[in-house]
């Protein structure tokens, strides 16, 4: 009977004391392992961010360096063009002010006129009116030939990315932060110049980084001037605060980075991405891109010289209207052109 009561005396006290001490342990040692986990994480997902971050960069900044480039070794070829487009207008001008046209000759005139526009042989404009005086104002008309010569060419190598689309949680984290950031960092807030000045440059980033709705660029100045947090890892509650707080912000971090691999796909697959890759390989292969595609347009220069000279001729009487009613030789080179194509058309027929 002693040894019974001996035996059941020790079963109660041997597991009660195990579970009520080792509990927290366990607790407070699976918050520290996720910690841990989630930590790693959010320095991987910034890590991750800035790289594709810089990809993005280094592809726009690289698709501005080959448009400045192609602005600056076109431009002389284009103001050669700008200036026989201008000039053949205003042959056509002459031609209309200064000779005794009959009504028929006259629309015949304008046909070919207007055949010059229609084919981008010279720019469209409005055709003169009956007094063969221009509609529009000289000036004004040159002026519109310059935009569509020249316009946007700049800004067709500089792809604006799409507005960054965040939902209400994500606005509110970005803000909070943005707000801590800011108390901390506000330059008003000291009185030394060098001080003051440092406050103002990073004050610059959390700006732009909170304008482009940047989780990662915040939590990296957080990061980088250690304000993160302050936990007690042996207190579970902050552990539990902390863990949580970093779920959210991996979430968020995880979808910008979303964004920024869709905005590199997107940019690549515009023309101006697609323009970069190639020129890298052309480059590569030894080939000058740009000069190849100048070539092409100084040989368009000499198609619309010869224009130029055609009508020229016509005013100054050394062709007949019968000639010049056929058009530049170039007209007589598309159509021959246009029948080929026709013909090959209808031999893929058989």
Do not use: W
Not at 279 to 297: H, Q, S
Not at 328 to 334: R, V
């Amino acid at each position: 009977m002693a040894r019974k009561s001996a035996s059941a005396s020790r079963r109660p006290s041997a597991t009660p004391p195990d579970v009520v001490v080792n509990a927290p342990q366990l607790a407070l040692s699976d918050l520290h392992i996720r910690l841990d986990f989630l930590e790693r994480e959010n320095q991987k997902s910034i890590e991750q961010i800035e790289k594709k971050r810089k990809e993005l960069d280094n592809l726009l900044e690289r698709i501005q360096e080959i448009g400045r480039e192609i602005s600056k070794r076109s431009a002389p070829v284009f103001q050669q063009l700008l200036e026989l487009d201008r000039q053949i207008h205003a042959v056509f001008v002459e031609i209309f002010a200064g000779k005794k046209l009959g009504k028929q000759t006259r629309k015949n005139i304008e046909k070919i006129y207007r055949n010059l526009q229609a084919s981008g042989l010279i720019s469209p404009i409005d055709e003169p009116d009956e007094d063969g005086e221009n509609i529009e104002d000289e000036e004004e008309a040159e002026c519109k030939r310059a935009e569509q010569e020249f316009g946007g060419r700049e800004s067709q190598f500089r792809p604006e990315p799409e507005p960054v689309k965040l939902d209400r949680d994500e606005l509110k984290k970005i803000r909070q932060l943005y707000l801590r950031l800011a108390d901390v960092f506000h330059p008003d807030k000291v009185l030394d110049a060098v001080d003051k000045e440092y406050r103002t440059e990073v004050m610059k980033e959390i700006n732009q980084a909170y304008q482009a709705g940047d989780l990662a660029k915040l939590l990296t100045i957080e990061k980088q001037h250690e304000m993160g947090e302050v936990i007690d890892r042996d207190n579970e509650d902050d552990l539990a605060r902390r863990c949580e707080r970093l779920d959210r912000e991996n979430e968020f971090l995880k979808s910008q980075l979303s964004s920024i691999k869709q905005e590199i796909k997107v940019t690549k697959k515009t023309r101006e991405g697609s323009m970069v890759a190639e020129y890298r390989k052309m480059t590569k292969a030894g080939y000058d891109p740009i000069g190849e595609a100048l070539a092409e347009t100084e040989s368009q220069v000499k198609t619309i010289a010869e224009v130029l000279q055609f009508v020229v001729d016509f005013r100054d009487r050394k062709i007949a209207i019968k000639e010049f009613l056929k058009g530049p030789p170039i007209f007589q080179e598309m159509q021959e052109m246009s029948q080929e194509e026709l013909l090959m058309e209808l031999f893929a027929q058989f």
